[in-house]
């Protein structure tokens, strides 16, 4: 696949990008170079790889799964203008 200096010009459009006449014939050339490395990463065989994450295998750190009421209804509604019994009050804005 190749870039023509039209297609260079409707990609700077779309992204919102002014480009003068002057820097179209350098960025088609760094477009068309990073299409060409893209097809030769497509033409590297990877049947069998499995996708990774991350290069070292992590396992994420987990918590045990207990319910709990949390034990801190005074501490989150402490600072609420109006509360009561550990719910918050706010005005009525539908009739």
């Known amino acids: 696949m190749s870039v023509d200096a039209a297609t260079v010009r409707r990609i ?5 990008i002014a480009v003068t006449e002057t820097e ?3 960025l ?3 477009l068309n170079a ?3 490395f893209v097809e030769q990463l497509s ?7 499995e996708p ?9 750190k ?3 799964d207990v319910v709990t009421d ?3 209804a005074e501490d989150i509604v402490r600072n609420a203008p109006a509360s009561e019994d550990h719910f918050f009050l706010v005005p009525k804005v539908v009739e």
């Not at 700077?12 to 919102?16: G, I, S, T, V």
């Not at 033409?43 to 790889?49: F, L």
């Not at 990774?52 to 994420?60: D, F, G």
């Open 12 to 16: 700077a459009q779309l992204a919102r």
């Open 52 to 60: 990774m994450t991350s290069v070292m295998p992590l396992e994420m």
């Open 28 to 30: 088609q050339d760094e």
């Open 34 to 36: 990073m299409l060409a």
């Open 24 to 26: 179209v014939p350098h």
């Open 70 to 72: 949390g034990e801190i």
């Open 43 to 49: 033409e590297v065989n990877v049947d069998g790889v």
């Open 62 to 64: 987990k918590r045990p």
